[in-house]
């Protein structure tokens, strides 16, 4: 029987959680700043410090099976002794956060330093190795909700590219850059990168235009490549559509991106590079290919 004036300890822990001081980011920066101190004067110590190397691997060990197991059961609806009955376990997606909900990151505004920086980077690189942690990055990645709501925090004053002082400070490190100031590639590395760039599709998705013309093409029984990589002139690149049967090519041209009416200067140039080397140029604009029936498209290219 309880006595009064005695808590229970469902009581206890919602006062303690509540009373918390470790949920304040002050209180934490100055445990986490007089440890730190601490363990370089040495008087405090890792409770692991002086163990065999045998013993210390056999801890290890024993800590990821206990984890296995319980990860194991939290899947299984498992709560935990003195968590028994609390709404905040009835949502099996919280289970992993419990701990962390309401509490400020102890890193929030801090500034790393160029060590810290490095053993962050050398750590992260080290773990997306490890198959099991790059898979469930990607999984992450390729989540919609994710990837909805990384999308509305681009958006807007939310994107920190957008703000001056951030734009300012990018545009500073890209001009001292020591990597692309004044750096010229070698012949070896031109040719790298053109035979790296004949292997790439650059364009992900195709264009509603260039699916039009190509709609056209199989219509009329005629075979043709996309994307086909023009490495005969000197200024190589890929083509939108080459039929080898009649020594053509079609490039489709965005009326915004390709400049109507003028065009391109470097569209100029691989023309005329095509037309030298016995090749037949067609270049429809945007605003053509909209509008264009079959029959227009048929007596355009015999």
């Not at 390729?142 to 002082?165: A, F, V, Y």
């Not at 545009?171 to 760039?197: D, F």
């Amino acid at each position: 029987m309880r006595r009064k004036g005695q808590f229970t300890s469902e009581q206890i822990r919602k006062r303690n959680l509540e009373n918390n001081p470790m949920k304040k980011l002050e209180t934490r920066k100055k445990v986490s700043k007089t440890r730190k101190r601490l363990f370089k004067e040495g008087k405090i110590k890792n409770w692991t410090d002086g163990l065999t190397k045998e013993t210390d691997i056999r801890l290890k060990d024993i800590g990821k099976k206990i984890s296995k197991t319980f990860k194991e059961k939290f899947k299984n609806g498992f709560k935990g002794g003195f968590q028994k009955g609390n709404k905040y376990w009835d949502n099996p997606k919280v289970i992993k956060s419990r701990f962390q909900k309401g509490r400020i990151s102890s890193n929030k505004g801090r500034i790393f330093s160029e060590d810290e920086k490095k053993i962050i980077s050398r750590t992260t690189k080290e773990a997306m190795k490890r198959p099991e942690v790059k898979r469930k990055h990607l999984e992450a990645m390729r989540n919609p909700e994710r990837r909805k709501k990384q999308s509305e925090r681009m958006m807007g004053n939310l994107n920190p590219t957008k703000r001056i002082d951030i734009r300012k400070k990018l545009s500073k490190a890209k001009l001292g850059n020591k990597y692309n100031l004044g750096n010229k590639h070698t012949e070896e590395s031109i040719k790298k990168i053109k035979e790296a760039r004949a292997k790439q599709i650059l364009q992900i998705k195709e264009t509603s235009i260039e699916i039009k013309i190509k709609d056209f093409l199989k219509q009329l029984g005629i075979d043709f490549f996309t994307h086909q990589y023009m490495k005969e002139i000197e200024h190589s690149y890929q083509c939108d559509i080459l039929i080898p049967s009649m020594n053509l090519v079609i490039e489709c041209d965005g009326d915004y991106w390709h400049k109507y009416p003028i065009g391109l200067e470097k569209d100029h140039i691989r023309t005329k590079e095509l037309i030298e080397k016995g090749f037949k140029v067609l270049r429809l604009w945007e605003y053509e290919i909209r509008v264009m029936k079959i029959e227009e498209f048929k007596g355009r290219i015999i």
